[in-house]
């Protein structure tokens, strides 16, 4: 696969300051004039000041500048209009208002996690001690940048501009709703939805286990419990267990763990579910803020 990760994303809202706090304080680290990094990936979040609440950017790492050659000339026999600079090309998604960046990057090493000692029936692993997770006491620090959830007015327009402008490849669809699309070996790394206005829904943020969910969650809910927007659970497609809260903007953030990995494409077959059945396997019940976000009809009436 030519693409391999998501490098970053620009989110635009309109007060920065009180958004940074929030970043800051849900695990990523600050750089300075509102850029953030994950503990692997690096610089993956910049916030800048917007009307309202948006995605401007989304930054997608191929290996080499004939891949950016490669997908800028896809992108222009679809008729999008790209911007070549150096190692980049830079298009607008019709459909999302996202602006695309393809660049060559390097790619995510990630150290492998220290697997919890865990007991269960017939096994007994842990002996004479006490689980792991209760010793940890660090802030969580989200290991990278996962994926993006954009709403858009024209699915399919934007199923064309991602999949056979852009590169990615389907891992499931939500029949005539949405699609979940991967430019990496993560089960997905962009689901577009069908939506009445251009919107961000959310963005993920990956974490070393359910624990780190846990515990990331239970202390931003600590400073704030009017974050809370539904969790803990287990999502049906792509099997993670989530957290979602949201930020002082309105822009949902989900803590995930346990993602399905995608390392052979002959052996991974694209589903087709029901919209009922698709969002999750288990967990609290779905609230209705987050189908429809409580400020969506102000963002349809500023569109």
Same mark, same amino acid.
């Given at each position: 696969?030519? &693409?391999?990760?998501?490098?970053?994303?620009?989110?635009?809202?309109?007060?920065?300051?009180?958004?940074a706090?929030?970043?800051?304080?849900?695990?990523?680290?600050? &750089?300075?004039? @509102?850029?953030?990094?994950t @503990?692997? /990936?690096?610089?993956?979040?910049? &916030?800048?000041?917007?009307?309202?609440?948006?995605?401007? *950017?989304?930054?997608?790492?191929?290996?080499?500048?004939?891949?950016?050659?490669?997908?800028?000339?896809?992108? @222009?026999?679809?008729?999008?209009?790209?911007?070549?600079? #150096?190692?980049?090309?830079?298009?607008?998604?019709?459909?999302?208002?996202? $602006?695309?960046?393809?660049?060559?990057?390097?790619?995510?090493? *990630?150290?492998?996690?220290?697997?919890?000692?865990?007991?269960?029936?017939?096994?007994?692993?842990?002996?004479?001690?006490?689980?792991?997770?209760?010793? $940890?006491?660090?802030?969580?620090?989200?290991?990278? !940048?996962?994926?993006?959830?954009?709403?858009?007015?024209d699915?399919?327009?934007?199923? +064309?501009?991602?999949?056979?402008?852009?590169?990615?490849?389907?891992?499931?669809?939500? =029949?005539?709703? =949405?699609?979940?699309?991967?430019?990496?070996?993560?089960?997905?790394?962009? !689901?577009? *939805? +069908?939506a009445?206005?251009?919107?961000?829904?959310?963005? %993920?943020?990956?974490?070393?286990?359910?624990?780190?969910?846990?515990?990331? #969650?239970?202390?931003?809910?600590? =400073?704030?419990?009017? +974050?809370?927007?539904? /969790?803990?659970?287990?999502?049906?497609?792509?099997?993670?267990?989530?957290?979602?809260l949201?930020?002082?903007?309105?822009?949902?953030?989900?803590?995930? @763990?346990? &993602?399905?990995?995608?390392v052979?494409? *002959?052996?991974?077959?694209?589903?087709?579910?029901?919209?009922?059945? %698709? !969002?999750?396997?288990?967990g609290?019940?779905?609230?209705? %803020?987050?189908?429809?976000?409580?400020?969506? #009809?102000?963002?349809?009436?500023? #569109?």
């Amino acid at each position: 696969m030519a &693409l391999h990760r998501l490098t970053s994303v620009t989110i635009g809202v309109p007060d920065v300051a009180p958004a940074a706090a929030y970043y800051e304080e849900f695990g990523l680290t600050p &750089l300075g004039d @509102a850029r953030f990094a994950t @503990a692997d /990936g690096g610089e993956q979040l910049a &916030l800048v000041p917007t009307p309202r609440r948006r995605l401007v *950017q989304l930054g997608v790492g191929v290996d080499d500048a004939d891949d950016v050659a490669r997908i800028a000339r896809r992108l @222009a026999g679809l008729g999008i209009a790209v911007e070549r600079i #150096a190692d980049t090309a830079t298009a607008v998604d019709p459909g999302t208002r996202v $602006r695309v960046v393809v660049t060559v990057a390097p790619r995510i090493v *990630q150290p492998a996690a220290a697997l919890a000692t865990t007991n269960g029936p017939g096994r007994t692993d842990r002996v004479n001690d006490r689980a792991d997770a209760l010793a $940890r006491e660090a802030r969580v620090r989200p290991r990278k !940048l996962g994926h993006v959830v954009l709403g858009s007015t024209d699915v399919e327009g934007s199923e +064309r501009f991602f999949i056979d402008g852009v590169g990615f490849k389907v891992s499931d669809t939500i =029949a005539g709703l =949405a699609s979940f699309l991967r430019c990496s070996t993560d089960h997905h790394n962009l !689901l577009v *939805q +069908r939506a009445p206005v251009a919107l961000l829904h959310h963005t %993920s943020w990956q974490v070393d286990d359910v624990d780190e969910i846990g515990r990331g #969650a239970t202390a931003m809910l600590a =400073a704030d419990p009017t +974050r809370h927007v539904w /969790g803990l659970g287990r999502h049906h497609i792509g099997s993670n267990f989530f957290w979602y809260l949201k930020d002082p903007a309105g822009n949902f953030t989900e803590y995930y @763990a346990d &993602l399905d990995c995608i390392v052979d494409d *002959q052996l991974w077959t694209p589903g087709v579910w029901d919209a009922a059945k %698709s !969002l999750y396997s288990w967990g609290p019940p779905v609230p209705p %803020s987050f189908l429809a976000p409580d400020d969506l #009809a102000e963002l349809m009436g500023a #569109a």
